[in-house]
């Protein structure tokens, strides 16, 4: 009776030896475990011996029944990993380096101003600095000079996470964190850096407002830094980027982290200036705010407002992009709709 179950072991290893498949192994398993199987068979065999050896006997087949089972689970692991393996090997093999005959991907159009725009100041000397889309309230805010309650953050509502922090309203939110970053110019020398990025706002959507904007924002500390050297960038910046004259018109816009502050406009490229909805029959779209640096922010960024001076400006990169493409309606840069924005793809 004991032998048989030294001989049921011995011819279940060497049947699973010889398992290579799933079919298999779960013949095996029948042969041994099911109704009809050996194990099962051997436990028929208990009812003709005495009580004692019973005991003995009950416990040797549950212990050989419980390592048949373990050694099925395991042998299937096997299989499985085996057959994974094997289709793996037989995949059809891709060559990644073989130029594709179909339509490629296209860059967006406002990240084809934005890296024409890189391109135009890093020749000047600008460094390009990634501004964090989520940010802290005090970048976002006091660090510009926008104290709490200050009426100013009415205008420029935004999506507040659940730890404070909030989706930043203008790229001015990385002024603080790039003075800090870099610190106060040596003699002669210049902070020069351009930061473009994605801001948000609470807004009611229109044909030249979205809830989600690209931003270029500028700014240029030195001891001698004046309005003159704002108006040559902006004009360089302009210029380039149309490739042609543009119309433009400088007036006072208050922005409570430069002073003297300006709102500069681009005569609708849409319209020509006669009015369309785009610029809200103004003839004009507001596109470049601009000014000298707030002594406050300067402070703030741990740079000497008595000693330096700077220019910022905050160039509204979607809007841009509207007027060089002539694209009528904000809305289309978030479409999604790629049969609209392959259109502007160089
Ligand atoms: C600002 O955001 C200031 N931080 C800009 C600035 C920087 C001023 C440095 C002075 C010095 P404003 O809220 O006007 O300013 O926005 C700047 C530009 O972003 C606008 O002229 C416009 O072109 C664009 N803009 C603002 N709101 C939206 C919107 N909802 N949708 C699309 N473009 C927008």
Redesign the pocket.
Known sequence: MFENLEKIKQQFNEELNRVESKDELERVRVAFLGKKGLVTDALKGLRDLSAEDKKTFGMQVNVLKNEIEEAIVEYQKKIEEQEYLKEINNAPRYDFSIPSDKPLGSLHPITIVQKQIEDIFKTMGFIIEDGLEVQTEYNNFEA?NIPKNHPARD??DTYYLENGQLLK????AAQNAIMRKYGAPKPGEYLKALFPGR?F?N?SIDA????T?F?M?GMMIGEDISISNLIYFMKVLLTEVFQRDVKVRLRP?F?P??EP?F?LDINCLICGGSGCPTCKHSGW???????MIHPNVLRMGGIDPDKYTGF?????L??LAMMKYNIKD?RVFNSGNLKQLRQFTI
Do not use: K
């Open positions: 510009v205008m420029t309203t203008h790229t001015s801001c706002r807004e030249s407002h979205e809830n904007f931003q924002e816009g922005f982290f430069v502050g709102e779209l507001e596109l470049l705010p601009c000014g910022a400006f905050g160039l509204g979607t809007r904000i």
